[in-house]
């Protein structure tokens, strides 16, 4: 594994899309193993223990989110979902599942990339579980409560560093909004989806440099929001020039 | 013949004899509390009667008899009135003590109070029943108001059903499962309600559609005892479905409640009558239908279009990063033309795709709360790589209220005014978003110096937002793209406004004229509901 880099298991029961992601992956130095059905794919991942898994959810003999399921009943391995609809419901459902990330097709091959790597870096880091979570150049310190903008520490109210913290604590993943409202007010309701839309709000008014275009607590539409631990990193060329933030960032 | 009469006779008396012992358990209460109100007042007057000599005293009296009336009805007044002739002669009238009359004068006051305490009940009696009867008409009205506002919010039958239900149920005073019926149901039953229904009723229910004998069946569940009254919910119609009503253990009210449920739902099928309700159902069942079709044709046609696309878009990534092709700029020129090329596919299946969501009623939006700056960002994200040659300029303004809309229609609605900004303006050229707060509304425009549009042009499509203010007639579709990009039939902006409509907005497009730039606009409300700016939930 050392010689190769991390092992990717893709669960996919489409041959040209399995050749296309093997070819991807082992250009960017990963083992890859593969796997045509749900039952291949569940195999594969207890005899071969992948550090990152890529799943279909579109499976012959399956369904893909109950693949997920087994998985996550013995293993916490990052799960990259694939899909052909980009729908808020399915996306809130399968995080709760515990999808570590989830990319519509047709994406990039780069952009899988990137947030493979991304997945992995996270997986890895929670392993050495360092209580300090660093987003851009807010360090938040979960053991002392301290956040602070380089040297300079920001004052925050209960509340929002209940959010930084739960945030925190899954940083680089989505926490989704109903989630967010328990952990904060311990019940979620239509006024509480409102609170939790202004407090998001303060918050980036204190850690972001533009809090119009915020680039440390970004929105992760309709489902919730991710503390940004790693620069995104997207396969659209960028010939593109912008006066704003949120422009330079993509 | 005259044991005929005899028995016809007996089954009258028993008929009175009912009916005596019916107005008694009707009105035990009542009664008792004129009589009571009779006693009070003769107190009163025998009290008052130590000091004073009193005339007229059973005029006094029609003050217990009016209230009776007024309160409970004629039975409870007559019974005051006669109490209260009665008590005064015994207190009042000499003899005293006795219900003797000595003083002819006085027997005819008293004959005269009775009548004048008949007469007034009678009257006071009826006005009650009227003020009784509208009240009744009032809720029954209110009732049905409730009822048609929700059959009016119904959109398929597995939120039509769930309504009738609870209708029902609140009608007959049991809990009551519909189900449904129909040809295409191909003599199988479909239940939509959230309560149980036991096996036993379902098959009884089937064996009375296969054998076309609708007449009321009654159903034990073995299990629980409970007692289950099935049939047909109009005796005229099958169109409207069975009910299944559970008496729970009520076999003993039997007929009774069989009579009762059967007059209540002839009332309510001359309601549904009104309501045109078996049209309600086949149109509900119509856009199930629909929605079924088109759940599984946006499923199909995302699962075999997009697929090969990411085969092709993978594809095309990984060649580009290839030295041999990265090293060739002819070569990276054809692999990033691929690459871009598969993308706009993309994009035009989505549209497709979204136009299939459009349908002839609408789009149905799930409501949530957003920050109008966060779609403005996702929507400028998710049309990156179509932005590329332009500059794009933000503005948005602090504190703007938080919207209730379905965040993801919008985001493409936004994206689409700014992917027509980038095909109709020229390259390197700024494209102005801006969201800001304008008289209870979230504006959300987008800007550009491109062509704009000339104000007599026409558009092919009548659905079209037409365009206000400086530019009357709506021309949008005139504005010829920019060398290189590619005109669309406008599938785009139809949606675009689609989608804005569903949200409670309006798309607005305005432009000073052709070559002088145009400038798409969404009107959103901000909804009445919205919480107090930084409430205690956030200060804390």
Request: charged share 25%.
């Amino acid at each position: 594994m050392s010689e190769h880099g991390p092992t990717v298991l893709i669960i996919d029961d489409e041959p040209t899309l399995r050749r296309l992601l093997t070819a991807g992956f082992e250009h960017a130095k990963f083992l890859v193993r593969q796997a045509e059905t749900a039952a291949e794919g569940l195999e594969s991942a207890v005899l071969d223990l992948p550090d990152l898994i890529i799943l279909d959810l579109g499976l012959p003999d399956q369904d893909g989110a109950d693949v997920l399921d087994q998985i996550r009943s013995w293993s916490n391995v990052p799960v990259i979902v694939l899909s052909v609809r980009s729908n808020e419901h399915e996306k809130v459902y399968l995080f709760k599942r515990g999808a570590d990330d989830y990319v519509v097709k047709p994406f990039g091959m780069s952009e899988l990339l990137a947030r493979s790597e991304a997945a992995l870096r996270r997986y890895f880091k929670s392993a050495t579980q360092s209580s300090v979570v660093q987003a851009g150049p807010i360090s938040i310190d979960l053991a002392t409560r301290r956040v602070s903008n380089g040297e300079v520490r920001i004052q925050l109210t209960r509340k929002e560093y209940k959010l930084l913290q739960v945030l925190a604590t899954h940083a680089g993943n989505v926490v989704t909004h109903e989630h967010l409202q328990k952990e904060i007010w311990r019940e979620a309701s239509d006024k509480h989806a409102q609170y939790l839309r202004m407090l998001v709000r303060r918050v980036r008014s204190k850690i972001e440099q533009e809090p119009t275009r915020p680039d440390i607590l970004v929105t992760e539409s309709g489902v919730g929001y991710r503390l940004q631990t790693a620069r995104p990193v997207s396969s659209t060329p960028r010939r593109h020039r912008s006066r704003t933030a949120v422009m330079e960032r993509s | 013949m005259t044991a005929v009469f005899e028995q016809a006779m007996k089954e009258r008396a028993l008929d009175y004899r009912a009916a005596i012992s019916m107005l008694w358990r009707a009105n035990a209460f009542p009664i008792s509390f004129s009589i009571a109100l009779v006693i009070f007042v003769t107190i009163c007057l025998m009290f008052v009667h130590e000091y004073v000599r009193l005339h007229l005293i059973p005029l006094v009296y029609i003050v217990p008899v009016i209230i009776a009336a007024t309160r409970w009805g004629i039975v409870p007044a007559l019974a005051a009135a006669i109490t209260s002739a009665a008590v005064s002669d015994f207190f009042f009238i000499p003899p005293l003590y006795s219900l003797w009359i000595y003083d002819p004068q006085e027997a005819v006051d008293l004959a005269l109070f009775l009548v004048v305490a008949t007469v007034t009940s009678n009257l006071a009696g009826r006005l009650r029943r009227e003020v009784d009867i509208s009240h009744q008409r009032e809720n029954e009205k209110g009732q049905l108001y409730a009822f048609s506002r929700r059959l009016a919010g119904c959109f398929t039958t597995s939120e039509l059903y769930p309504a009738i239900e609870e209708f029902l149920s609140e009608k007959i005073g049991h809990p009551v499962v519909l189900i449904e019926t129909g040809s295409e149901l191909e003599g199988n039953l479909r239940v939509h309600s959230p309560r149980r229904l036991p096996q036993q009723v379902v098959d009884e229910a089937a064996a009375m559609m296969a054998s076309n004998d609708f007449r009321t069946r009654t159903v034990i569940e073995p299990a629980s005892k409970e007692v289950w009254l099935i049939r047909p919910l109009s005796a005229d119609t099958i169109d409207y479905g069975m009910i299944a009503a559970n008496l729970n253990h009520d076999v003993g009210a039997g007929k009774d409640l069989e009579q009762h449920i059967n007059t209540i739902l002839t009332e309510v099928t001359t309601t549904f009558e009104r309501l045109n309700m078996a049209r309600t159902i086949s149109e509900a069942k119509l856009r199930t239908q629909g929605d079924l079709f088109r759940e599984v044709l946006i499923g199909t046609v995302s699962h075999e279009l997009r697929t090969p696309l990411a085969s092709i878009l993978a594809s095309a990534d990984i060649l580009g990063q290839a030295p041999e092709i990265r090293n060739n700029d002819k070569l990276s020129s054809l692999v990033q033309a691929t690459h871009d090329e598969a993308e706009r596919l993309n994009g035009e299946i989505q549209k497709l795709l979204d136009a299939t969501r459009t349908t002839a009623s609408g789009v149905r939006p799930k409501l949530d709360w957003v920050d109008p700056t966060d779609i403005v960002n996702s929507a400028i994200d998710q049309r990156r790589s179509r932005l590329a040659s332009h500059d794009v300029d933000v503005e948005i303004s602090r504190d703007l209220p938080l919207i209730h809309v379905d965040t993801a229609l919008i985001e493409q609605a936004l994206g689409q005014l700014l992917e027509n900004s980038a095909k109709y303006s020229f390259k390197g050229t700024t494209i102005r978003v801006s969201a800001r707060a304008e008289d209870r509304r979230v504006v959300l425009s987008v800007r550009d110096s491109g062509v704009g549009f000339h104000p007599s042009a026409k558009s092919p499509h009548p659905s079209l937002p037409r365009a206000r203010g400086r530019v009357k007639g709506g021309g949008w579709f005139c504005r010829q793209p920019q060398r290189g990009a590619t005109a669309g039939a406008g599938l785009g902006l139809w949606i675009a406004n689609a989608f804005v409509v569903a949200n409670g907005g309006t798309l607005d497009i305005t432009s000073e004229g052709q070559g002088r730039g145009t400038t798409a606009s969404i009107y959103l409300p901000v909804a009445s509901d919205v919480v107090a700016e930084a409430g205690e939930g956030v200060d804390e």
